[in-house]
């Protein structure tokens, strides 16, 4: 028997809709680009790298857990052990995060004594993070219970709770009256919603040329203020006889939202309100009045975390609305905001009225833009300033509405996206902009929740999940996630925080002992570790950076060109928005955008995706490309920009004064605009801009590129913009042209990620800063090349010559220097880049071994007498073919840890110079090989080869022992039938074919 618990996360999930924010409304904020103190701070740079920088990462870039508590309701020994067992496991840290949507019936939480933000919480925190102290891990702590964020006591006709704007309408014809009370609005108010406030009563005459399928038309002019025809809340009115009219009414109330799967706390949490100092004041207030005492101040500093929102997913009937945003608007726009009232109500996010298109998109932009900018001053600003001076730092999902994300994410110590809600990598690399131009380090990800895939989903589709969003700019991953041990009422093997989910398999997964994988698990946090350590060293750089005049993310929209052909040939790309240029890095040295990281080569624009891919620049934005173009840098512009048009509503003479800064940008030569979106390559080309990687042919391959002093460095990934596209990704093998600008003598080595080691690669060709190696990858599979100085990850081969070509298999340095490895007889061809040619010949070399027999005991995982204690029995079966479980009579329904063996027999003749490969073929989930009692590093999820020596294999008789560790589906479907029963039994276990693959390996002396 073995006892054991589960773990972290909190979800999200809505989807963005986003517009502008104000242009100076980051260099108006204090602490933009501010240092994290202390307990926030990441490691980005340091000493040049020795052997053990790679293999073993720090702490600090460790993968991180989402840690689901039911609230209050932990006890502080259990939160230590499972501390411990987060550390113990190779894990950075984890997020207090108060989730538990599987439990149906609240009230067994007993939130009047064991709520969010209780004494039982707090004592449950304080263990926490002193347990995280002494195992130099870091806790975060959400804002408040669940998300959005809420605050106990808060009631929804409070002026800090999240406000709505209603509507109501009544439709005239031509010279109709009404008389009676002003139209109510057209959806009730939530329960709770005790007061509302009318804001304005208008007129406006219909004009069906503006009308669309869903929006009745009006016309702009005709709007009239009837407010104050309004007494004792009636109003009599007569309707002009030029046409029908609509009569529409605008009232202020609470929208009554509470935080996800309450309630959380006694008495209940309301949504604040987001655009105000109030609703962000009544959040930390409750922090400092209630909840910090001095004990918790101190472990929080030492503890070195960070506050963290979830994704801002404000639900509401009507427009999203706070006291003062008139007065805002006015005084970001110059024009008073309820004339256009009408074009901005909603009902159920739909828009219900329109003037004619141009100016509806302008009023819109303006409206947004206007709440951008409250939302970035008076919410992640302020948080961000309290959370630093409590010795925190603020990370958040800045999206959810329709808002300037990029602007907000320069803002953030640590923005965070999500691979959940986000399309495809172009929303990653939004955030990516932000926290690039501000100078920041960390993108972190919300990773791996996946619906209905609880206890089923395979470390293998994580990882080709999480590999393409590193190449997009996430060097973070907070797992989603690690559930606290248990709760009242639970099943084995216990308290998860989203399963059952509406009584089925919820969001996956509750990581941690109680998965048979977890044996295995200091494999895969080594891997997240090194790729995070790589990724999070010196600075980002990407070739382009994309402007977007609206500065939303996760809405799966890209670039063009770039998304669809760029990034197939090597470039990459981030974006921006208006407010980045006005930070301090908004400068061109050299050509370059930002020249200390991310150092843009050029700037590209082109239409707003998101209002018809109209044209459009403001006149400050424009100004600003006009001036980062005279100092050097190349700009493409795609559209109509001779014709440009202001995103909001122009003032008198403003589109004339735009147009003419518009002719002055493009008579500059170094701007090239285009009109069809296949000539950007050509355009860019034009004006000799390159991508620092360059492939041979149009690939699935991504890439990111980092850069120290020592080296730059260049993550790989085989996979694809978005999880949804089809065909799969297929394996790669290609050349690829790496660039390292006038660094002096430069070499380039190969990371391996599974099992740490860093060596310098054997094989390459030079042209003055470019190398071209060869990249060979399956589905998912990652790599990392880093171009450095000789020497580094403790390299003792300094500038010995390297190969230039071979017809051997492969080419490595040893010991003694270069050598040849061959799988077949033959004699093979080695050219050195200085130096005399090497002829090699391979004798005859022993088939491929195909093992006959496999002994597999499995250690069969089961309910044991509470739902956090596992029952293991033993089963035993003999294999002459390897199957997956399910298709074995003993073990269809099992799941847990099987232990394969078979001996292979190796001639007589085998040498110390043989070694051979161990191709697994179809293995899930995890698995750890050992051959003749010693085992070996860690095996890719992705591509399960091992190199087996040479020296490892002998003479005659050889053991070899593959350990696979499964998920826990398959025997959750017939223990938990009425939640699991629905999913398929799944395919695990090592299913092969299992190849052993002799090679020799030959010294070039």
């Not at 030029?242 to 202020?252: F, K, N, P, R």
């Not at 991504?702 to 120290?708: D, H």
């Not at 099987?898 to 292979?904: A, L």
Request: with cysteine; proline share 7%.
């Amino acid at each position: 028997m073995i006892e054991e618990t589960p773990r972290p996360g909190g979800i999200s999930r809505r989807v963005a809709l986003a517009a502008g924010i104000g242009a100076t409304v980051l260099s108006a904020l204090p602490g933009v680009a501010v240092a994290l103190p202390a307990a926030a701070a990441t490691a980005a740079a340091g000493p040049a790298p020795d052997a053990d920088w790679f293999a073993n990462p720090p702490r600090s870039v460790r993968p991180r857990f989402r840690w689901w508590w039911p609230d209050g309701l932990v006890d502080p020994d259990e939160v230590a052990r499972e501390i411990d067992q987060i550390a113990d496991a190779g894990f950075g840290g984890m997020e207090i995060a108060g989730v538990h949507h599987s439990i149906k019936d609240k009230s067994v939480l007993d939130t009047a004594y064991h709520g969010w933000g209780s004494k039982p919480w707090q004592e449950g925190v304080t263990a926490a993070l002193d347990r995280a102290v002494r195992r130099g891990v870091t806790i975060d702590l959400t804002l408040g219970p669940s998300w959005p964020v809420a605050v106990p006591g808060v009631v929804p006709d409070d002026a800090v709770a999240a406000q709505e704007l209603a509507y109501g309408r009544v439709s005239l014809g031509a010279g109709e009256t009404y008389q009676g009370p002003v139209p109510a609005s057209v959806r009730a108010a939530e329960s709770g919603v005790a007061r509302q406030r009318l804001v304005a009563v208008q007129a406006a005459r219909v004009n069906t040329t503006n009308s669309t399928r869903k929006e009745t038309g009006l016309d702009l002019d005709s709007v009239r203020d009837l407010t104050a025809l309004v007494t004792d809340g009636t109003l009599s009115w007569t309707a002009p006889a030029d046409g029908a009219w609509e009569l529409i009414s605008y009232w202020q109330r609470g929208s009554a939202q509470q935080p996800e799967s309450g309630p959380h706390t006694s008495p209940a949490a309301y949504v604040v309100d987001h655009f105000s100092a109030a609703g962000t004041r009544a959040v930390t207030d409750h922090w400092d009045q209630k909840i910090l005492n001095a004990e918790l101040r101190r472990l929080l500093r030492a503890a070195g975390g960070t506050f963290f929102e979830d994704s801002v997913e404000m639900e509401t009937d009507g427009l999203v609305w706070t006291t003062g945003l008139p007065e805002a608007f006015e005084e970001q726009t110059g024009r008073p905001l309820l004339p256009y009232l009408p074009a901005l109500v909603l009902d159920k996010s739909n828009q219900v009225f329109a003037f004619e298109a141009q100016v509806t998109r302008q009023i819109r932009h303006d409206f947004w833009g206007t709440v951008s900018a409250l939302f970035n001053r008076h919410h992640i600003t302020a948080l961000r300033d309290w959370a630093h001076s409590l010795g925190m730092g603020l990370r958040s999902q800045p999206y959810g509405l329709q808002t300037d994300a990029i602007a907000s994410a320069a803002l953030l110590d640590i923005p965070e996206g999500e691979s959940l809600g986000f399309k495809n990598l172009d929303d990653y690399r939004c955030l990516a902009g932000g926290r690039d131009m501000a100078g920041h380090t960390v993108l972190s990800c919300e990773a791996g929740a996946y619906n209905g895939s609880a206890y089923s989903t395979t470390w293998d589709r994580f990882l080709r999940t999480m590999g393409g969003a590193y190449a997009a700019g996430v060097n973070q991953t907070n797992l989603h996630g690690f559930s606290y041990a248990t709760a009242p009422g639970v099943a084995w093997p216990g308290f998860a925080a989203f399963s059952p989910y509406n009584g089925a398999a919820g969001y996956g997964e509750s990581w941690g002992p109680r998965q048979p994988t977890w044996t295995h698990i200091a494999d895969i946090s080594g891997y997240l570790g090194r790729v995070h350590r790589v990724l999070q060293t010196g600075t980002a750089g990407a070739d382009v950076a994309v402007f977007r005049q609206t500065g939303y993310t996760a809405t799966g929209i890209g670039a063009s060109w770039f998304t669809a052909t760029g990034i197939t040939l090597g470039w990459t790309h981030q974006f921006l928005s208006g407010p980045l240029l006005d930070l301090p890095s908004a400068t061109v040295r050299q050509g370059r955008l930002a020249p200390d990281g991310p150092a843009y080569k050029a700037l590209f624009v082109e239409g707003d995706f998101f209002y018809g891919s109209t044209p459009t620049l403001s006149i400050d934005d424009a100004g600003k490309i006009l001036t980062l173009a005279r100092a050097g840098l190349p700009v493409v512009l795609l559209g109509a920009f001779d014709q440009g048009l202001t995103p909001g509503v122009p003032a008198d003479g403003e589109t004339d004064r735009l147009r003419a800064t518009l002719d002055r940008l493009l008579a500059l030569p170094n701007v090239v605009r285009v009109t069809d979106k296949a000539l950007v390559g050509n355009a860019l080309a034009e004006l000799g801009v390159t991508p620092d990687a360059r492939y041979a042919t149009a690939s699935t391959l991504l890439n990111a590129r980092r850069s120290t002093k020592e080296a730059d460095y260049y993550y790989f990934c085989n996979g694809k913009h978005a999880e949804t596209v089809k065909p799969a990704v297929a394996a790669i093998d290609h050349e690829v042209t790496l660039r390292r600008d006038g660094q002096g003598e430069t070499v380039p080595y190969l990371l391996d990620p599974w099992t740490g080691d860093a060596v310098r690669l054997a094989r390459y060709t030079r042209d003055g800063d470019d190398f071209t190696v060869r990249i060979k990858l399956q589905p998912g599979e990652s790599t990392i090349i880093a171009l450095g100085r000789p020497g580094l990850f403790g390299d003792r081969h300094g500038a010995r010559p390297h190969v230039v070509t071979t017809d051997a298999d492969s080419v490595l340095f040893t010991e003694k220097g270069l050598a040849v490895r061959a799988t077949t007889a033959g004699t093979y061809t080695t050219r050195p880049d200085r130096g005399r040619t090497f002829t090699t010949t391979v004798p005859a070399l022993p088939d491929a071994v195909v093992p006959a027999r496999w002994q597999l005991d499995v250690e069969d995982w089961r309910p044991g007498s509470t739902a956090t204690r596992t029952e293991v029995v033993g089963v035993s079966v003999t294999l002459d073919t390897l199957l997956p479980w399910s298709k074995i009579p003993e073990l269809a329904d099992s799941a847990g840890i099987g232990h394969y063996r078979t001996t292979v027999e190796l001639p007589a003749g085998w040498t110390p110079a043989h070694g051979a490969r161990l191709e697994l073929g179809q293995v899930s989930d995890t698995c750890r090989v050992t051959v003749n009692g010693t085992r070996l590093p860690a095996v890719s999820r992705l591509n399960p080869v091992v190199d087996l020596g040479p020296g490892l294999l002998r003479p005659g008789t050889n053991r070899i022992e593959v350990e696979v560790a499964t998920p826990l589906i398959n025997r959750l479907r017939v223990a938990q039938p009425a939640v699991f029963g629905a999913v398929a039994r799944q395919d695990h276990g090592l299913s092969g074919p299992v190849r052993l693959v002799p090679y020799l390996q030959t010294d070039l002396s």
